[in-house]
């Protein structure tokens, strides 16, 4: 079965950049790889999504490398607001694996 | 537009129960995913339907079901209740499902069994 990991927890500053890794060694070649953030009594909410090297938007950056294996999570400048569980999904057809979460928090 | 819209919100229920959970996806979504979060689990998929049919279906006991109506709302059921079922329900829906689709949650519902 295949597994999806990411580190249980992150401590950062305001202004501050923060990487978050998942690792997918079992992706598949027809897999996305979708990222998100999720507050205490919340559904989930989009931030970013990819497939190979990096995808950017206006709050974040993905970065796949070419094996596809792991995906990183970049958040530039963090701010307070920021806290929240992160969690990246592995999705392919009809195929969702989320991971098991990374609690981040911000510190003034 | 809106968001994915689960009721009830809170539910509170005993063992050997059942209980039925319903989802209202974003207009003109016709795939709806339904989640189990615990604190020792995490997310896990239970399954997927699109256009009233079940795509997929997670490892879980017969004891969860699902269907989806002609209109995208779907519900969810668990009969038999165990206190292990205790747990914030998910749903989420997009246009297809698929690959490449954004699922876009719904606040889920927590069940509590006692």
């Known amino acids: 079965l295949a597994k999806t990991t990411q580190p249980i927890s992150m401590d950062s500053y305001e202004g501050q950049e923060v990487n978050i890794t998942c690792s997918h060694n079992?992706?598949?070649?027809?897999?996305?790889i979708t990222w998100y953030q999720q507050f205490p009594s919340q559904g989930p909410r989009f931030i970013i999504q990819?497939?190979?090297t990096k995808v950017t938007n206006e709050v974040a950056s993905l970065f796949i490398p070419a094996d596809r294996k792991s995906s990183t999570l970049s958040l530039p400048r963090v701010s307070l607001s920021d806290t929240a569980v992160y969690y990246c999904?592995?999705?392919?057809?009809?195929?969702?694996?989320f991971g098991t979460g990374t609690r981040l928090k911000v510190l003034a | 537009k809106a968001g994915v819209t689960q009721t009830p919100r809170y539910l509170i229920k005993t063992r050997g129960q059942q209980v039925t959970l319903s989802c209202s996806p974003i207009?003109?979504?016709?795939?709806v995913s339904w989640y189990q979060q615990t604190p020792g689990q995490g997310l896990q998929f239970l399954f997927e339907?699109?256009?009233?049919?079940?795509?997929n279906k997670g490892n879980f006991p017969g004891r969860f079901s699902g269907r989806q109506f002609s209109n995208s709302r779907s519900e969810m059921n668990v009969s038999t209740l165990e206190l292990g079922d205790s747990a914030l329900y998910l749903c989420?829906?997009?246009?297809?499902?698929?690959?490449?689709?954004?699922?876009?949650f719904g606040p889920g519902t927590r069940l509590t069994v006692l």
């Open positions: 989420a829906s997009s246009p297809n499902g698929g690959e490449v689709d954004t699922q876009y």
């Open positions: 079992n992706i598949a070649t027809n897999d996305y």
């Open positions: 990819g497939y190979k």
């Open positions: 999904l592995v999705q392919g057809t009809y195929k969702y694996i």
């Open positions: 207009s003109g979504h016709r795939s």
């Open positions: 339907y699109f256009s009233e049919t079940q795509r």
